[in-house]
T-cell receptor, first 109, second 115 residues
């Protein structure tokens, strides 16, 4: 089976850097994805990792370590509009997305 | 930029009634999905659809649920006899391939409220 854990809530200040962690237990997967979801809206794709290491995409970066069962999403130069839930998701071999519970990020002025 | 659309945005129904949720996937996508998200909970996979048939379904997707692609653009989710616990956001998604490294693009969702 698959189990994904994320912190429930985080708070950070505008302009700061925040790291949202995701740990997982799964028998194997091809890709680990991060989605952003504003309240009442659909998840929107942010990034994905296939190989270990850091993937950078503007203000957002995502890191994966398969040996440690661990990923994080790094958000730089936080803006108020970054207040949202951040969903970690994996696609186990031959299966569809399994989403984590999400981390609700609040960005304060 | 092309996007997935869903109608209606909100649906209120009485328990036991049938509802049909509609989706128009991105036009060149071949793989279609339905997910649901109960308020305050995580996004859960319901079903995937390719080449006019279900390719995978979760244990949530029981006999009360069905999907259909009635024409070249629409993709529908039908709940035959709604229950209170069916109240949730229902998201449609589509993708170009079924590869595990391929992302899926989500529609804005339909909020279903069963009274």
């Amino acid at each position: 089976g698959q189990n994904i854990d994320q912190p429930t809530e985080m708070t950070a200040t505008e302009g700061a850097i925040v790291q949202i962690n995701c740990t997982y237990q799964t028998s194997g997967f091809n890709g680990l994805f991060w989605y952003q979801q504003h309240a009442g809206e659909a998840p929107t794709f942010l990034s994905y990792n296939v190989l270990d290491g850091l993937e950078e995409k503007g203000r957002f970066s995502s890191f994966l370590s398969r040996s440690k069962g661990y990923s994080y999403l790094l958000l730089k130069e936080l803006q108020m509009k970054d207040s949202a839930s951040y969903l970690c998701a994996v696609r186990p071999y031959g299966q569809n997305f399994v989403f984590g519970p999400g981390t609700r990020l609040s960005v304060l002025p | 930029e092309p996007e997935v659309t869903q109608t209606p945005s909100h649906q209120v129904t009485q328990m036991g009634q049938e509802v049909i949720l509609r989706c128009v996937p991105i036009s060149n996508h071949l793989y279609f999905y339905w997910y649901r998200q109960i308020l305050g909970q995580k996004v859960e996979f319901l079903v995937s659809f390719y080449n006019n048939e279900i390719s995978e379904k979760s244990e949530i997707f029981d006999d009360q649920f069905s999907v259909e692609r009635p024409d070249g653009s629409n993709f529908t989710l039908k709940i035959r006899s709604t229950k209170l616990e069916d109240s949730a956001m229902y998201f449609c998604a589509s993708g170009t391939t079924s590869a595990s490294t391929d992302t899926q693009y989500f529609g804005p969702g339909t909020r279903l409220t069963v009274l």
